[in-house]
């Protein structure tokens, strides 16, 4: 079949790659209709983890499935189902609590597992005709038949839920005001999120104009931090006030105000965004942290990053009472919920997709995404 392999940073190729097949009695094997890039492929695609030559990326899976092995209970030949991104067993001691972004069985020796993603196990990617799905029943969410909200339903396998997860970290209540610094998928489905739960007002933080645009069409305020710190724009509009909650969905190849936002320039700043939500921030707030900060950066921009250690001011942290959530979404929290939101048409987070293209095109999709350019804010393959 054909998949997008990582060939070297900057580069990924359309190549043959072996059929997967059912290697287990709980396995399936779904056709994949939709699988989408992810900012987190960027990391990879950068030159920016350990990923080595050869791995087939996509995390972000949906199809119909195509086989099933002897022990799949409740999935069937044909079920329309998306894939979180996590791989998960659903039996585990962290299963079992709902955490199933840190799985203990799917990937030995490490607490988590996803697809086509470096050091989350053996799990071979999406982003290609056919995908083996372990543990089916438990990783296999059912769709409602049909080609309906193709696009909406294949979000839920990562950047709708983990803009949710991003406002649950943070705690967002009705009335709430939030500030969301990063205006790509993951900032606008978080800031899409607080507004589902009902906050106030949701500042938005980007220097990527479409990206910006697409804030204020959900309702958002979009804060351009090429035009000024972030921190004082959105206190000046708020009279000075600063906000209940903030949202980190940058990361840590965030960059400084006027950079061209490309991964991997020295104008990288990993803690800015950390320290200007602390200053942000009102006394007694959260931060919700689905932003990827990683324990080690081939690229870092120094010795402290590139071990992953980021001097935040946890001082003042610490004095404002602030608290803070971290870590991968636990897709299976939220993804039913967030599923029957969108059949119910309470939520249409499509709004985020800008680009559907065949598997064929993705090598320039990648390039684009990378870049942020021609509005490239979400792409969805079609294999
Ligand atoms: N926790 C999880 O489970 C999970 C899941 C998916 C993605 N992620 C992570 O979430 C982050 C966002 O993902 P994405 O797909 O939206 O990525 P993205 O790279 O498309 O978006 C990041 C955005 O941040 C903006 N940005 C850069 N520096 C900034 C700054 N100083 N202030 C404000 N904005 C700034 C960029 O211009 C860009 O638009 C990534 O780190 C990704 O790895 C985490
Ligand atoms: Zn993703
Ligand atoms: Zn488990």
Redesign the pocket.
């Known amino acids: 079949m054909k998949a997008v392999v990582y060939q070297e940073p900057f580069k990924v190729s359309v190549e043959s790659v072996a059929d997967p097949k059912i290697s287990h009695p709980n396995d399936a094997i779904v056709r994949i209709t939709s699988s989408c890039i992810?900012?987190?492929d960027?990391?990879m695609y950068e030159g920016r983890t350990a990923a080595q030559p050869g791995i087939v990326f996509g995390h972000e899976n949906m199809g119909i499935i195509e086989e099933v092995g002897p022990a799949v209970k409740d999935r069937k030949v044909g079920d329309r189902v998306v894939m979180p991104?996590n791989v998960a067993c659903g039996f585990c001691k962290n299963c079992l609590n709902g955490f199933t972004?840190f799985c203990t069985v799917v990937n030995p020796g490490f607490a988590g597992g996803a697809y086509g993603y470096v050091a989350m196990g053996p799990w071979v990617g999406g982003q290609a005709e056919y995908m083996q799905v372990p543990f089916a029943d438990f990783n296999c969410l059912p769709l409602p038949p049909g080609t309906e909200h193709e696009a909406d339903y294949a979000l839920l396998a990562?950047?709708f839920p983990?803009g949710y997860?991003g406002a649950e970290l943070a705690g967002v209540k009705p009335g709430e005001t939030v500030a969301v610094?990063?205006?790509?998928?993951?900032?606008?489905m978080a800031a899409y999120s607080s507004l589902l739960r009902g906050a106030s007002e949701v500042c938005v933080?980007?220097?990527?104009k479409e990206?910006l645009d697409k804030a204020e069409e959900i309702g958002a305020v979009p804060i351009n931090?090429d035009e000024g710190n972030?921190v004082d724009q959105v206190k000046e509009r708020r009279s000075g006030d600063g906000v209940d909650k903030g949202i980190d969905?940058?990361?840590?190849?965030?960059?400084?105000a006027g950079s061209s936002?490309v991964g991997g320039e020295q104008d990288e700043?990993p803690n800015?965004?950390l320290n200007?939500l602390i200053e942000l921030v009102n006394p007694t707030g959260a931060l919700g942290i689905?932003?990827?900060y990683v324990p080690s950066d081939p690229g870092g921009v120094d010795e402290n990053a590139a071990r992953g250690a980021l001097l935040i001011n946890f001082g003042r942290l610490f004095e404002k009472g602030l608290r803070l959530g971290t870590?991968?979404?636990n897709v299976k929290q939220y993804n039913a919920h967030l599923r029957d939101l969108i059949t119910a048409g309470r939520a249409k987070p499509d709004f985020v997709v800008s680009h559907e293209v065949s598997l064929d095109e993705a090598p320039a999709a990648y390039e684009k995404?990378d870049r942020?350019e021609d509005g490239y804010?979400k792409v969805i393959l079609h294999p």
Request: charged residues 10%; aromatic residues 10%; contains cysteine.
């Open positions: 992810c900012g987190s960027l990391h991104f972004a990562d950047i983990t997860h610094f990063g205006a790509g998928p993951v900032g606008l933080v980007d220097h990527v990206r931090y972030p969905a940058v990361g840590y190849q965030a960059t400084s936002a700043v800015v965004v200007q689905p932003g990827l870590g991968q979404c995404f942020r804010t």
